[in-house]
């Protein structure tokens, strides 16, 4: 079974530019949810999707960040402007359903650092 | 107050050794809890769930404590491969929560 796919694996940017994040799930799973890992926490979920819909943005930071799941399959996630607080590891996972943390496949992340 | 909070570590242990340590959450009505275990620089994978019974998984025990609000893991006769981040996931409905991890380093 293919894995969660993103890209681009690394990013450099320097701050007030933007960047997106293309994230492809596992097949047939419902929920996406795109994470923000900062160096020495956890992860932290931004918005998770139920097919093209959104459970639940409310850790989105909506004035430089946004995100779509057209057609319930794929998902980018944007940054615009960026800051230099955004230098973190940004992980999609995908889940069969929602709240199925046993479930749970994470891709390998976009790790973006803004200068 | 963090929802789920962890000692960060690092444990620092030779090969064969016990450790252990624990996580607690602030959600009282929290649903699921699980381990992830996370390498240097890796994603997050699911290491094992834990049961309200409290469960092994070879090498590994996880327990609950609901009244406490607390999950443990015990991780027996380690080995160099278990150096890794373990993270807490507590969920409740469809969220789930991550602690910041407890680092591992077992050393020969």
């Known amino acids: 079974e293919a894995g969660v796919a993103q890209s681009p694996r690394y990013k450099i940017i320097e701050k007030r530019q933007s960047v997106a994040f293309w994230c492809n799930p596992i097949?047939?799973?419902?929920?996406l949810y795109w994470y923000q890992q900062i160096l020495g926490q956890g992860p932290k979920l931004l918005i998770q999707f139920q097919n093209n819909g959104v459970v639940d943005d409310s850790q989105l930071p909506k004035d430089r960040f946004s995100a779509e799941r057209l057609k319930g399959v794929d998902s980018t996630l944007k940054i615009q402007p960026a800051k230099l607080e955004d230098s973190a590891v940004y992980l999609c996972a995908s889940s069969l359903a929602a709240g199925q943390a046993g479930g749970y496949t994470f891709g390998s992340g976009t790790r973006l650092t803004v200068v | 107050r963090k929802e789920v909070e962890q000692d960060p570590g690092p444990f620092n242990v030779p090969e064969g050794a016990t450790v252990a340590f624990n996580c607690t959450y602030s959600n009282s009505a929290s649903q699921s809890f699980f381990w992830y275990r996370q390498d240097c620089r890796k994603e997050p994978k699911l290491l094992m769930s834990v049961y309200s019974s409290g469960n092994e998984d070879g090498r590994f025990t996880a327990q609950l404590n609901r009244a406490s609000q607390y999950i443990s893991l015990l991780i027996r006769d380690s080995k160099l491969s278990d150096s890794a981040t373990y993270l807490c996931v507590v969920a409740d409905d469809y969220k789930l929560s991550f602690g910041a991890g407890t680092t591992v380093t077992v050393r020969a």
């Open positions: 097949s047939g799973h419902a929920t």
